[in-house]
């Protein structure tokens, strides 16, 4: 269990580790947050300019450290960019851990991409991870090696992330380009940003959290059901079917329904617990501008 004043360390302190840093220095532990751009870390974010796929500059990293946050993401969406971020960088982090002699508990964010299902099944964290693409093999292999290694640690599968500001979706349907297929359901998984924060400070709270957890809301949405509900909210034209081919291949690697009980039975309990909820939120501030 984490102490009360712990020494944290977000490794890719962006989006989510931003918020995460800044809600557990509220509640008293001392955070750095490490990325290569630090210009936007500001108190009381303790700010630690480093690169993650490169070892030299990993050399300052403070001393005895209580929990790492490895939330760092691909700069490219290709296999080079996703092995950089997801297994050297972590690869790099790790061996200077163990050459400094510290042995923190490490949290990995993972993607429910590890899930290869794409027939709409129902996942958990049980169910066999044997990603077919390179974005799901690389977190796998980032996963498995840290598992495999001497640190306590954790893994946490993310679905797709919301957010203030993270309001692409939105601006597509308002513009009337967002698309679904038509046919049988497809379905999405999602968590807004601020259950991303509280599930990883919830699980640095656990006595002995377990090795995966799945972190995704209460409910699977179907494409169609989301982007008709974002339009009748924005009372804009609902969305169109989409023909092409290669958005088809695209969206058919995506059809699986993932469940949170898991984390939910550890004891957390979501704040934005369907799309609904979330996309509500930050519908009345996009509405409202
Ligand atoms: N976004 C999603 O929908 C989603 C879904 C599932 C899982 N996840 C995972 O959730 C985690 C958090 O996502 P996010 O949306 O918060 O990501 P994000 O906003 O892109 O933040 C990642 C941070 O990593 C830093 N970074 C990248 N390469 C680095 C390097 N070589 N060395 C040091 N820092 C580096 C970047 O900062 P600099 O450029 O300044 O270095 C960036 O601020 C990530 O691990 C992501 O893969 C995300």
């Not at 080079?80 to 050459?99: D, F, H, Q």
């Not at 995704?216 to 023909?243: C, F, H, I, M, Y």
């Amino acid at each position: 269990m984490a102490k009360n004043r712990s020494i944290v360390l977000i490794a890719g302190c962006g989006y989510v580790g931003t918020a995460l840093g800044r809600h557990l220095a509220k509640a008293g532990h001392t955070v750095w947050g490490l990325r290569r751009k630090t210009g936007d870390l500001s108190s009381p974010l303790l700010p630690l300019t480093s690169d993650v796929t490169d070892l030299e500059t990993l050399q300052s990293l403070p001393s005895q450290i209580d929990t790492v946050f490895y939330t760092v993401s691909p700069d490219h969406s290709d296999e080079a960019g996703y092995r950089a971020a997801y297994i050297n960088g972590l690869r790099n982090l790790l061996e200077v851990l163990k050459t400094q002699a510290q042995q923190p508990r490490i949290f990995y964010t993972s993607s429910t991409a590890v899930y290869a299902q794409q027939s709409g099944e129902w996942v958990d964290e049980s169910s066999p991870a044997t990603p077919d693409y390179f974005s799901g093999q690389c977190l796998l292999e980032g996963e498995q090696y840290l598992l495999n290694s001497r640190f306590p640690a954790t893994v946490v599968r993310l679905g797709g992330i919301y957010g203030p500001g993270r309001i692409r979706l939105i601006r597509k349907v308002q513009e009337g380009s967002a698309t679904y297929q038509d046919g049988s359901p497809r379905y999405t998984n999602h968590i807004h940003r601020d259950d991303c924060v509280g599930a990883l400070a919830h699980l640095m709270t656990l006595e002995q959290p377990d090795s995966i957890y799945l972190g995704v809301d209460n409910e699977p949405s179907e494409r169609r059901e989301l982007l008709s509900w974002l339009a009748k909210e924005l009372g804009v034209p609902p969305p169109q079917v989409e023909v092409s081919i290669q958005a088809e291949s695209r969206q058919t690697r995506n059809n699986k329904r993932c469940k949170n009980a898991k984390l939910v039975r550890s004891g957390y309990t979501f704040r934005y617990p369907t799309f609904r909820e979330g996309y509500g939120e930050i519908l009345r501030a996009v509405i409202g501008q």
